[in-house]
């Protein structure tokens, strides 16, 4: 097991947030010493709600980590890519800031779960991306997919980026809340386990059901955690 995760998604609003809660949930409830870390939190005001889901999904406490900001290191009001939020308030984000607090984090937890700010293209500053500044930390990422038309080609174009940046891909969480139909959920998780295999990326999927955030269910995602 890896001591940082990356998560991030093949979109906005494709279950980031939910899937990194249920797997601090798994890894706790296995006695496993988790916590989470929101990257950059957009549309929120000295908050992160992402980072308060995760802890309402998983059964974390509070942590003292929290109140010294390290779990949500950079936090904007716009609800945009990190790089517009950040230059509409006349900042930059600080991403020695945020390797820093997630640096902290890995050293004092057996594992620390970083939820991204969008997919792993979108732009951190006017020179990074956020797939640059994940290869640059060396996490391995699981990437959040859906079945959703369209989602097949999302999913093998961020395959495709995490690899050519030599970036680890250690499996797939597939969400299935947004297919009307089951067989677009089986033709996209065939398609990205094939693209998975393709890329020399480990064919570990897990799929996630759609859920009622006040009752999380405990979903066995041993298959990512070997």
């Not at 250690?170 to 998975?196: C, E, K, W, Y």
């Not at 799929?207 to 999380?216: E, F, L, N, V, W």
Request: glycine share 8%; charged share 20%.
């Amino acid at each position: 097991m890896e001591k940082t995760y990356l998560i991030s998604g093949i979109d906005t609003g494709i279950g980031k947030t939910v899937a990194t809660g249920l797997m601090a949930r798994y890894l706790v409830m296995r006695g496993i010493d988790a916590i989470t870390v929101k990257m950059v939190q957009t549309g929120n005001d000295g908050f992160s709600e992402d980072l308060d889901a995760h802890r309402a999904l998983s059964g974390l406490p509070h942590f003292p980590e929290d109140d010294l900001g390290l779990t949500a290191p950079q936090i904007f009001k716009f609800p945009s890519s990190p790089l517009l939020a950040a230059e509409l308030e006349g900042k930059t984000v600080d991403l020695k800031r945020i390797a820093e607090a997630v640096r902290t984090c890995s050293s004092k937890h057996a594992v620390t779960l970083v939820e991204s700010a969008g997919g792993l293209d979108v732009p951190l500053t006017a020179d990074t991306l956020t797939s640059d500044f994940v290869a640059e930390q060396g996490w391995p990422v699981i990437l959040v997919t859906c079945g959703r038309l369209g989602a097949i080609n999302h999913a093998l174009l961020s395959l495709d980026a995490a690899k050519m940046r030599n970036i680890k891909v250690v499996g797939v969480v597939h969400n299935t809340r947004f297919s009307a139909d089951p067989r677009l959920d089986a033709d996209a998780q065939n398609a990205i386990l094939r693209h998975m295999k393709r890329l020399g990326y480990p064919p570990a999927l897990v799929t996630m059901p759609s859920i009622d955030a006040s009752s999380a269910p405990d979903i066995d995602f041993s298959e990512i955690f070997a």
